[in-house]
């Protein structure tokens, strides 16, 4: 079992940067595929950002592809989400999640651990 911890969130004015953490702890963190999914009030829990045990590949939603930047330390056992050109529509409480799946996973049912959540605000 892999516990996940997000942090980073906050509030930041259109067209700015955010970098959000997750901290894993307790199985080996390398082990795991790992994604980005968020959650806008009212609506579905949506993809994010996806990327395999090496670091090596990665995917992204349409909506945050040349925005959104995944990468991951497994020295550190933490993996990152670097947000720019953030706007309004990206509001939405962030998750990070841990599969054991192999490949690039892009629906939350193939998750297995999930963290509790940050909070990313964007202002108009």
């Known amino acids: 079992q892999v516990q996940l911890v997000e942090s980073g969130g906050g509030l930041v004015q259109a067209g700015g940067s955010l970098r959000l953490s997750c901290a894993a702890s307790?199985?080996?963190?390398?082990?795991?595929?790992m994604g980005w999914f968020r959650q806008a009030p009212g609506k579905e829990r949506e993809f994010v950002t996806a990327i395999n045990w090496s670091g090596v590949y990665t995917s992204y939603a349409n909506s945050v592809k040349g925005r959104f930047t995944i990468s991951r330390d497994n020295a550190k056992n933490t993996m990152y989400l670097q947000m720019n050109s953030l706007s309004p529509e990206d509001t939405a409480v962030y998750y990070c999640?841990?599969?054991?799946?192999?490949?690039?996973?892009?629906?939350?049912?193939?998750?297995?651990?999930w963290g509790q959540g940050t909070q990313v605000t964007v202002s108009s």
């Open positions: 307790g199985r080996t963190f390398s082990r795991y595929g």
């Open positions: 999640a841990a599969t054991t799946l192999a490949g690039l996973r892009s629906k939350s049912s193939e998750y297995d651990y």
